[in-house]
């Protein structure tokens, strides 16, 4: 089993940055892929960005390519999504979750383990 606790979340305006933090419990965290997802109200939950166990190979969600990095720090437990050039379309909760295996996967439906999520606001 593994715990998800998301933080860092906020209200903020257009064109600012946050830095999400996901720190995690339970079994080994190094050894699985981590992914962060979101929903924006009355929208099914999307994909964002995931990172493979060692942190070497990531992949983005086109609408936040080149705006966001997901990095992780396997020492903390800790997986991170930071987030610049925020927009308003990006207002959602953001989840993050394990895969319970190596490789990062871009399908919510490989995902076992989920947090609670975490709000985030982009006011224009």
């Known amino acids: 089993q593994v715990q998800l606790v998301e933080s860092g979340g906020g209200l903020v305006q257009t064109g600012d940055s946050l830095r999400l933090s996901c720190a995690a419990s339970?079994?080994?965290?190094?050894?699985?892929?981590m992914g962060w997802f979101r929903q924006a109200p009355g929208k099914e939950r999307e994909f964002v960005a995931t990172?493979?166990?060692?942190?070497?190979?990531?992949y983005y969600a086109d609408s936040v390519k080149g705006r966001f990095t997901i990095s992780r720090d396997n020492a903390k437990n800790t997986v991170y999504l930071q987030m610049n050039s925020l927009k308003p379309e990006d207002t959602a909760v953001y989840y993050c979750?394990?895969?319970?295996?190596?490789?990062?996967?871009?399908?919510?439906?490989?995902?076992?383990?989920w947090g609670q999520g975490t709000q985030v606001t982009v006011s224009s």
């Open positions: 979750a394990s895969t319970g295996r190596a490789g990062p996967k871009l399908d919510l439906m490989e995902y076992k383990y």
């Open positions: 339970g079994r080994t965290f190094s050894n699985y892929a």
């Open positions: 990172i493979s166990w060692s942190g070497g190979t990531a």
